[in-house]
């Protein structure tokens, strides 16, 4: 762990989203090739997300998850910005500001998940990740990581040029990710 101030990770949010919103604004890349990574082979449980603004797109991916058979789960966020996950099939959802959110009741046996997808920022090479600042994904790893007795793998996926040498700020309370893609590359760590 790196000495970090709030701060500092706050000016990083502010310039990575601003690099994202200038060099992003194209769409239509996918990251349908995590699919072929030996852990998606026996999976059964996965944790995705709705993506919105620049974020790496996720309507393929969820989808093609959706047509393999496997149960998608979708965050919604607690009043506490703890989160919880929600079975979805491509089916109703509510918005919370621009987060579209699943409807419907909590899934609860969260020993079952096998896959967490996780939207990111940015992501060093050792696996720390940079998100929006809450602390959701960050508790909520760490609560999955508990279940799932740390069996879970994990995968932020960014655009090409997001994953960085150089190591993100991080804290103590920060979780690493088992793997990383960009449209183009797997890159998976320690």
Same mark, same amino acid.
């Given at each position: 762990?790196?000495?970090?101030?709030?701060?500092?990770?706050?000016? &990083?949010?502010?310039?990575?989203?601003?690099?994202?919103?200038?060099?992003?604004?194209?769409?239509?890349?996918?990251?349908?090739?995590?699919?072929?990574?030996?852990?998606?082979?026996?999976?059964?449980?996965?944790?995705?997300?709705?993506?919105?603004?620049?974020?790496?797109?996720?309507?393929?991916?969820?989808?093609?998850?959706?047509?393999?058979?496997?149960?998608?789960?979708?965050?919604?966020?607690?009043?506490?910005?703890?989160?919880?996950?929600?079975?979805?099939?491509?089916?109703?959802?509510?918005?919370?500001?621009?987060?579209?959110?699943?409807?419907?009741?909590?899934?609860?046996?969260?020993?079952?998940?096998?896959?967490?997808?996780?939207?990111?920022?940015?992501?060093?090479?050792?696996?720390?990740?940079?998100?929006?600042?809450?602390?959701?994904?960050?508790?909520?790893?760490?609560?999955?990581?508990?279940?799932?007795?740390?069996?879970?793998?994990?995968?932020?996926?960014?655009?090409?040029?997001?994953?960085?040498?150089?190591?993100?700020?991080?804290?103590?309370?920060?979780?690493? &990710?088992?793997?990383?893609?960009?449209?183009?590359?797997?890159?998976?760590?320690?």
């Amino acid at each position: 762990m790196n000495h970090v101030t709030p701060e500092a990770k706050a000016e &990083l949010r502010k310039e990575f989203t601003a690099a994202r919103r200038d060099r992003y604004a194209i769409k239509g890349k996918s990251w349908l090739h995590i699919l072929e990574c030996e852990e998606f082979e026996s999976a059964k449980v996965v944790t995705s997300y709705i993506s919105y603004g620049h974020e790496p797109e996720t309507d393929d991916l969820n989808q093609e998850l959706l047509q393999r058979g496997i149960t998608v789960l979708m965050p919604r966020m607690l009043p506490d910005f703890d989160l919880e996950w929600v079975p979805w099939s491509n089916s109703e959802v509510a918005t919370n500001g621009r987060i579209s959110e699943p409807v419907g009741d909590a899934f609860v046996d969260l020993s079952k998940i096998d896959i967490c997808i996780v939207p990111a920022l940015h992501i060093d090479g050792e696996g720390n990740r940079l998100g929006k600042g809450r602390g959701c994904y960050d508790r909520a790893l760490a609560t999955l990581e508990r279940a799932t007795s740390a069996s879970i793998f994990t995968v932020g996926i960014v655009h090409d040029g997001e994953i960085t040498a150089p190591i993100l700020p991080h804290e103590a309370h920060d979780h690493k &990710l088992k793997a990383a893609a960009t449209p183009t590359s797997l890159v998976r760590f320690g």
